[in-house]
């Protein structure tokens, strides 16, 4: 019988993004059970304004600063697998009958940690994540790059110190490159589009909407918000391959193309940046992250093996997830130039730019979590409204 399961944490919510130096423990080992506990029964107190050991500490605590929560009841630190361990511990979590594999993860296979909050009205979580297949950590320290977070500004802020004073790290926002969020398009748009899939792009990526940012050229207009329709996405990519020196990225060459034709507005200007990616997969500006639950419909299996294959979205948000954390820890293709290491001297790393093929490799476990990613009717923008403008545009002039 088939379980319904709670989302995989990593979906469904939107995170702001920070990256995180490798976390000091000493001998003490991070991704065990009696060290999460510690940890979080003294994050539990900082939240409350509690004493600790008699000494007040720095930080007050947030119940006052956000009534309408109510009281902090529960504060958890949990190892986080990947989606497979995920479901087969929700799945055991409802019926500890149904499999006899373990649900625990080993902490040299974990992902990271899950820092969760539950509030007497409502919950909040913390993400620190990695790539466990590439990420190494020195002696003492525990390597988890990817922080995102889910919480208010004055909660975030006591979380944020606490693994600062805690784990003597440096925090900093993560601001992902323009080029990023291109490319974390195009990774879509390869796997949907491969000869195998039947997952079409106008069924996963719907109504696609970006938006471009002028930083530094004028005060006067912000941002300007281009909508392409569904029956058009598809329509770009097409085009796109037809263009020259366009096979690896044929959406941003069309649309580029489009955009020069008819607005007279060059996307290779180091002044005109896109800042926000909208589609019905995922949510990416440069410093927050909104993924929806990939949909698995196009899974199938082999002949020996009755576990199904990645579906294309699947294998798409995958390759996300490594992209994503390859740049918190600074060995990304996308890093914005002041932070990127000079390595023209040297060749890419085989790993660094491995890409998985679409919609096959891993095997997954299948969810049965509600995975219609339904976006709700945006309002477009209202031309020069604060700041704005907005671009429908369609294929008919490309």
């Not at 790059?145 to 500004?153: E, Q, S, V």
């Not at 130039?337 to 476990?365: F, H, I, T, Y």
């Amino acid at each position: 019988m088939e379980v319904a399961t709670e989302p995989y944490p990593l979906y469904n919510r939107t995170y702001h993004l920070y990256r995180v130096s490798p976390l000091h423990h000493g001998d003490s080992p991070l991704l065990q059970d009696q060290s999460l506990r510690t940890h979080a029964q003294r994050l539990r107190s900082r939240l409350k304004g509690d004493s600790i050991r008699g000494v007040e500490v720095d930080f007050v605590g947030t119940e006052g600063a956000l009534p309408n929560l109510g009281p902090l009841e529960r504060c958890n630190w949990d190892i986080i697998g990947d989606e497979d361990a995920w479901i087969e511990k929700q799945r055991q979590l409802v019926d500890p009958d149904a499999s006899e594999v373990a649900a625990s993860v080993a902490p040299e296979q974990a992902r990271g940690l899950d820092i969760s909050l539950e509030y007497e009205r409502t919950s909040y979580n913390a993400l620190l994540l990695r790539d466990p297949g590439t990420t190494s950590s020195p002696e003492g320290f525990t390597s988890l790059p990817l922080l995102m977070i889910k919480m208010p500004a004055p909660i975030r802020e006591v979380v944020l110190n606490y693994l600062r004073t805690t784990f003597d790290a440096h925090i900093s926002p993560l601001k992902l490159a323009p080029s990023f969020l291109t490319s974390t398009l195009e990774t879509y748009f390869r796997h949907l589009g491969a000869s195998t899939s039947t997952q079409p792009i106008r069924d996963v990526i719907r109504q696609l909407q970006l938006q471009l940012s002028f930083p530094t050229s004028t005060t006067l207009l912000k941002h300007l918000d281009i909508t392409i329709a569904t029956h058009d996405v598809t329509g770009f990519v097409t085009r796109g391959k037809r263009i020259a020196n366009s096979t690896q990225t044929p959406f941003t060459s069309a649309i580029s193309h489009y955009l020069r034709k008819h607005l007279a507005l060059n996307l290779s200007h180091p002044k005109v940046q896109i800042s926000k990616v909208t589609c019905g997969a995922f949510t990416l500006a440069t410093d927050r992250l909104k993924l929806l639950v990939p949909d698995i419909s196009d899974t199938s299996t082999t002949e020996d093996n009755d576990i199904p294959d990645l579906s294309p979205s699947q294998a798409a948000a995958e390759e996300f997830y490594t992209a994503l954390v390859r740049e918190a820890t600074g060995t990304g293709k996308f890093l914005a130039q002041e932070l990127a290491p000079v390595r023209a001297s040297s060749p890419p790393s085989s790993d660094g730019n491995a890409a998985l093929p679409e919609g096959r490799g891993r095997k997954r476990a299948v969810s049965t979590t509600g995975s219609v990613n339904n976006n709700s009717k945006r309002s477009r923008a209202r031309g020069k409204e604060n700041g704005r403008a907005s671009q429908d545009v369609n294929m008919g002039g490309l």
